[in-house]
């Protein structure tokens, strides 16, 4: 009895330490995240009032769909950091005991100064829960009553941020949703390119990047109570995917993702880490009286990396991610080889200018079903590049005019063997440069303005994070 026990802790013990792609989720709401009543002064919590989970809860669902950890972020108010120190810090600590299969970060949705919304992720360590409360109470724009304007200007991120990264084990803040306020391609609102590039400047290693796929993506699944509250309010009854009601998402994707040589591309043609992730934003299904997909249902963001919170997060800070929706890929390899020398996500190669490299993606194409009951397959890879450059001057640069795509894979042009596919390509160095692959179920050469009411499950994508290569 005493061997078998110790084989199953070593077993278990392998299993953590080995280094893999874990999915996960950094933007989930428990009810923690409160609706208020401001009929009284000071405004009082209403716990459950926003979104309804208890925090194993949602652990449980993650784990059901496949995610190894997770962040509990819920959203900031009145006096709110007292609720995360007192409340959600005890629930989160109550259910890393009952899900301990599921690693669960301390975090909140940030209101971030002068912005829209981010993911603040707290490193585990033996004073996580008074770290949250100071940056929270010190820096979320809702947090004092009555609202103090003089809190949401961007020098305070910028300050939230100086503060971030001098602590000891800094934090990661990824923005969530950012063109969800956009009111067309370019058209920014909350969010805007020269801020994430002084969030960047401010805190590289704090600011990272942000949500390429938002949450709320079934909001076109929506079920008849929310339609009900729309006709209420003689709004249409067809909802877009991620609730981005001025311009839309493609694809699924933030438009600061999705377009080639948007500007996402511009962050990279100027060397910098910036990376995307995605999420559920998880407040209530859309079965439920919601607009959401449970976490890692639908969405889920893959980090190499050991099972452990501190792999976890570095993988993160260095962008070895992937994103898929829909469980189109579960795993993707990118690797980059120049003579006995290579690289892969999130790193870097240095090569002779004019030597030629060796490209392989390798990708993993799952048999089963997904969530939704369905089998979605791969119609097409594609590998994007772009030229890497010095920094520009003018921080509100939106687009990256030599990035392009280099190669359209389909099934004559890869090897399988099982469920994993295998493509290669060599392409000859003159200048620094990064490459990118991403990959789709649909027949659309660049992903198509998703329309409202159209059915998430058709459209499916998956992104990773770049590969740099540069040329001496």
């Known amino acids: 009895m005493k061997l078998l026990l110790l084989a199953m802790l070593l077993t278990s013990a392998t299993a953590f330490a080995e280094k893999r792609w874990l999915a996960g989720d950094h933007h989930i709401h428990s009810h923690f995240s409160p609706g208020y009543d401001y009929s009284v002064n000071p405004p009082r919590a209403i716990i459950g009032g926003d979104a ?92 004092v009553f009555p609202l103090d304007i003089s809190r949401d200007v961007e020098d305070n991120m910028l300050a939230a ?87 839309p998402t493609l694809g699924g994707f933030d438009q600061m993702t999705a377009r080639v040589g948007g ?49 976890i997060l570095a993988a993160l800070r260095s962008g070895q991610v992937f994103v898929t929706t829909g469980d189109l890929v579960s795993e993707v390899y990118v690797t980059v080889r120049y003579q006995k020398a290579e690289a892969s996500m999130g790193g870097e190669l240095v090569v002779d200018q004019g030597s030629a490299v060796q490209i392989e993606i390798r990708v993993r194409d799952p048999d089963g079903k997904n969530s939704n009951g369905s089998y979605p397959a791969l119609s097409r890879i594609d590998l994007i590049a772009g030229n890497v450059g010095a920094r520009s001057a003018d921080l509100s640069i939106n687009s990256n005019s030599s990035t392009r795509v280099l190669h359209r894979f389909t099934a004559k042009n890869w090897r399988r063997a099982g469920e994993f596919l295998t493509m290669r390509t060599t392409l000859a160095i003159n200048e620094s440069m990064y490459l990118r692959v991403r990959g789709t179920n649909t027949k659309e050469l660049e992903p198509t303005e998703d329309a409202a009411g159209e059915n998430p499950w058709d459209d499916l994508w998956f992104y990773t994070n770049p590969v740099f290569v540069t040329a001496r």
């Not at 603040?120 to 033996?126: D, V």
């Not at 511009?266 to 976490?295: A, K």
Request: proline share 8%; hydrophobic share 35%; no cysteine.
């Open 263 to 311: 500007f996402w591309d511009s962050m990279l043609g100027e060397g910098r880490r910036w990376w995307i992730t995605s999420n559920s934003d998880f407040h209530r299904h859309h079965s439920d009286e919601g607009v959401d997909f449970y976490p890692g249902e639908y969405s889920k963001t893959f980090v190499y990396a050991e099972k452990n919170h501190e792999a």
């Open 52 to 143: 309804v989970n208890p925090m194993p809860t949602n652990a449980t669902l993650a784990k059901k769909y496949g995610l190894s950890w997770i962040v509990g972020t819920d959203h900031g108010g009145p006096n709110h950091s007292k609720i995360n120190r007192d409340m959600a810090y005890p629930a989160l600590l109550k259910s890393r005991k009952e899900v301990p299969e599921v690693i669960q970060f301390y975090g909140m949705e940030l209101n971030s100064p002068g912005a829209d919304h981010s993911s603040l992720i707290i490193p585990y360590t033996h004073d996580e829960q008074q770290v949250l409360f100071r940056l929270e109470h010190g820096f979320d724009k809702r947090e």
């Open 161 to 247: 941020l100086t503060v971030m990264k001098a602590l000891p084990s800094p934090p990661v803040v990824i923005a969530n949703h950012p063109s969800r306020s956009a009111t067309a391609y370019g058209e920014y609102g909350d969010d805007d390119p020269a801020e994430f590039r002084r969030w960047n400047d401010t805190a590289p290693n704090v600011a990272v990047g942000m949500a390429g796929a938002p949450g709320h993506q079934a909001m076109p699944l929506a079920g008849d109570a929310i339609k009900k509250t729309l006709a209420s309010y003689k709004m249409p009854l067809k909802l877009p995917r991620g609730a981005y009601l001025g311009y």
